[in-house]
């Protein structure tokens, strides 16, 4: 028999204002354990307040929450010995060495000095930050401020950790070498990773499952290839070499979308391999040659768009606007 285990996150009619402000209008969340699990939303749409509230940070007006089985506005102690918290309120000392900020976290865990300082040593050896652990950390890069950040967090062997846009603002590799290090807590400690990301890509990348927050309400929720499957528009591209062939292309295949500029023929497809070797198919008893091919699947920006009608970019638009009033 197949046991699930507990769900690591629940909640129910989630509800948080500043003043008549709206941020969490009724929010019901069930987040499983072991796996990565995204809020996804633009700037201002409540990321950092949901992860406040579900780290015993600021208390919600309304609505009940267990995290990792222990009942928040009963148990905050207990929650707060199961989770780690790194993110937009970053723990980093940057007076102190990468090792005695981790070195402090283990006093604050009461570790004693010897655990402490084995810990640090693991940590530091896993995020690839030996060297750097003897320098102070107002000499770090961002991503590396990133990591001890992280690092730190884990001192304390947390099961549920929340990561509250953990690349906004690194450069690419970075962004690499951070996804990797999360991927690995997930598959190597089994560890529930809570992600906050205004990165589609980012969700796309890494999440089991993606919530939407748009509004204070969750607008959809699903795994990434659910949410793109609500966006219509899959679609297979031929490029032709000339117009000739893009005029014969036509005659087999229908004059469905033709770009006479970019010789191209857009053919609606749900990505299925039958379909397109059959499509490919009817080109070639025609004799048809196509230069190029691609598949074309919505990407998460498509899903925001459809969901709100909005793209995620305007949407930060709207807020940034609010704030300058
Ligand atoms: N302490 C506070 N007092 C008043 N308003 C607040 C407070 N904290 C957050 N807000 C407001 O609540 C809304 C949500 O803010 P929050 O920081 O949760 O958004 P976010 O999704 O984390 O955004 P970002 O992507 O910019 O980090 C914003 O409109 C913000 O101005
Ligand atoms: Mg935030």
Known sequence: ????????????????SYGDKIVLNGIDLDVPSGRIWSLLGPNGAGKTTMVQILSTLIRPDAGTVHVAGHDLAKDPDAVRRSIGVTGQF??????????????????????????SRRRANELLKQFDLEDAGKKVASTY?????????LAMTLVGNPRIIFLDEPTTGLDPRSRHTMWEIIRGLVANEGITIFLTTQYLEEADELADRIAVLDHGKLVAQGTPDELKSLVPGSHILLTFGDITELDAAVRVLGESARDD???TLRVPSNGDLGEMRSLLDRLDAASVVAKNLSIHTPDLD?????????PAAENEAENAEKETV
């Open 1 to 16: 028999m197949v046991t699930t285990p507990p769900p690591a996150i629940t909640a129910l009619g989630l509800r948080k």
């Open 90 to 115: 970053a723990a980093v000392d940057e007076m102190l060495t990468g090792e005695e900020n981790l070195l402090l976290m283990g006093d604050l865990h009461h570790l004693d000095r010897r655990a």
């Open 141 to 149: 890069s961002g991503g590396m401020r990133r990591k001890l950040d």
């Open 261 to 263: 500029q970019a010789l």
């Open 302 to 310: 498509d899903v925001f768009l459809t969901l709100t009608g909005r």
